[in-house]
T-cell receptor, first 114, second 113 residues
Framework: NAGVMQNPRHLVRRRGQEARLRCSPM?????VYWYRQLPEEGLKFMVY????????ESGMPKERFSAEFPKEGPSILRIQQVVRGDSAAYFC????????????FGPGTRLLVL | KQEVTQIPAALSVPEGENLVLNCSFT??????LQWFRQDPGKGLTSLLL?????REQTSGRLNASLDKSSGRSTLYIAASQPGDSATYLC????????????FGGGTRVLVKP
């Protein structure tokens, strides 16, 4: 059973471009979470999704950020018009249908905005 | 609003010494608490999960205790090894609702050979 997969592992974008980060949850997991780790800061929750539904987006910045988890395919975190302050490590986690079980984390995508 | 604090922020010990890592949280109404390990440039590995009804969990050289009433958890690592060098994070899930983890800032551990 493969773990949580994220791609790309590293992403470089220039200011104003779009960044798309992908997350494939573990097999059998229907819950996906996105967290962001800014340089020298702790991990912060961004959004919690189930298939085709956003359950909690209380940690998402109000502008430029969006997330989806379609019926088929990976979860996508999209950042439009990136700025230097978006440079961070973005981690995805998944959990099985019993929603409060352990969250399993992917290796992260490290976004660098030039 | 739940806040999670980890002290110290960094710790350096000689190999063989026991490690004691502290985590405190402001809202005692938690569902569970987890300890994670993060290696530089890598993701998080779950070490131990303690349900709110439990007082401790053990796995090999690792033991985590939970005192909900005082808002504290402690991770003990016995007989530390250089391979234990990493950042250790604690995180809680609120009891009332929701699934999001609230993380502490982490303790960066260096075990010197």
């Amino acid at each position: 059973n493969a773990g949580v997969m994220q791609n790309p592992r590293h992403l470089v974008r220039r200011r104003g471009q779009e960044a798309r980060l992908r997350c494939s949850p573990m097999k059998g997991h229907s819950h996906v979470y996105w967290y962001r780790q800014l340089p020298e800061e702790g991990l912060k929750f961004m959004v919690y999704l189930q298939k085709e539904n956003i359950i909690d987006e209380s940690g998402m910045p109000k502008e430029r950020f969006s997330a989806e988890f379609p019926k088929e395919g990976p979860s996508i975190l999209r950042i439009q018009q990136v700025v230097r302050g978006d440079s961070a490590a973005y981690f995805c986690a998944s959990s099985p249908p019993l929603a409060r079980e352990t969250q399993y984390f992917g290796p992260g995508t490290r976004l660098l905005v030039l | 609003k739940q806040e999670v604090t980890q002290i110290p922020a960094a710790l350096s010990v000689p190999e063989g010494e026991n490690l004691v890592l502290n985590c405190s949280f402001t809202d005692s109404a938690i569902y569970n608490l987890q300890w994670f390990r993060q290696d530089p440039g890598k993701g998080l590995t779950s070490l131990l999960l303690i349900q709110s009804s439990q007082r401790e969990q053990t796995s090999g050289r690792l033991n985590a205790s939970l005192d909900k009433s005082s808002g504290r958890s402690t991770l003990y690592i016995a007989a530390s090894q250089p391979g234990d060098s990493a950042t250790y994070l604690c995180a809680v899930i609120r009891g009332a609702a929701g699934n999001k983890l609230t993380f502490g800032g982490g303790t960066r551990v260096l075990v010197k050979p």
